[in-house]
Structure formats: C-alpha cells, structure tokens
Nanobody
C-alpha cells in the first residue's frame, strides 16, 4: 500500500487543520491506521490510531480531546482533525498502516507502511 499525507500548513495557536492520508495500491480496510509526528530533533511520537473499521480509536494524552481520527473506507482515506492547536503541536505528521488488525498499536516500528509526511506549523 502507498500512503500520501496532505493538508498541513501554517496556522495560529487555537486554530484547526485537517490532515488527510490517502491510500493506493490496496484497500484501506486491510489496515489499522496510525498518525505520528516528529518535531525537529525529536523522535517520531504516537498521536493516535484507528481500527480498520473505524469502530475503535486511541489517542496520546497530549492530543486527547483536541484531535480526532476518522476514516472513509469508501474513499480509501484516513483523516486527522486537529483543533485547539498549540505551538508544541508543530511537527511533520505521518500516517502509517498496520496490516495486523487485532489491536491498535502505538510504536512506530509496528507500522510497516508510511506516507511521506506533511508539515504542520503552529504560530504563537
């Protein structure tokens, strides 16, 4: 599966952005999907994940209540809605795909497929 993330940009603190991750090559129902982010000089960290059906989600504590992951399997696309953005949310955001659909994983090495990333910059 090939993944293409988009929707990043520059936004003021308190603003919103919606990221998209479009898949091609295989249907997205074969995968649980995760969102990660990487700030300069830091490790790539978990943001959230959604099950292949969309029935389950899990979030990192630092985005819980502000970010929402959803998916439209008919469009082969996963979304990350980001509200109440903070300067510390500034990072490159990546989507990943995990073909093992048994549970939602939070470690980057557990995702075999990655998109190229999209930059999110939040100004104060």
């Amino acid at each position: 599966v090939q993944l293409q993330a988009s929707g990043g940009g520059l936004v003021q603190a308190g603003g919103s952005l919606r990221l998209s991750c479009a898949a091609s090559g295989r249907t997205l129902t074969n995968y649980n999907m995760g969102w990660f982010r990487q700030a300069p000089g830091k490790e790539r960290e978990f943001v959230g994940a959604i099950s292949w059906s969309g029935g389950s989600t899990v979030y990192a504590e630092y985005v819980k209540g502000r970010f929402t992951i959803s998916r439209d399997n008919a469009k082969n696309t996963v979304y990350l809605q980001m509200n109440s953005l903070k300067p510390e949310d500034t990072a490159v955001y990546y989507c990943g795909a995990d073909s093992r659909r048994d549970l939602l994983r939070k470690r980057r090495y557990e995702y075999a497929y990655w998109g190229q990333g999209t930059q999110v910059t939040v100004s104060s």
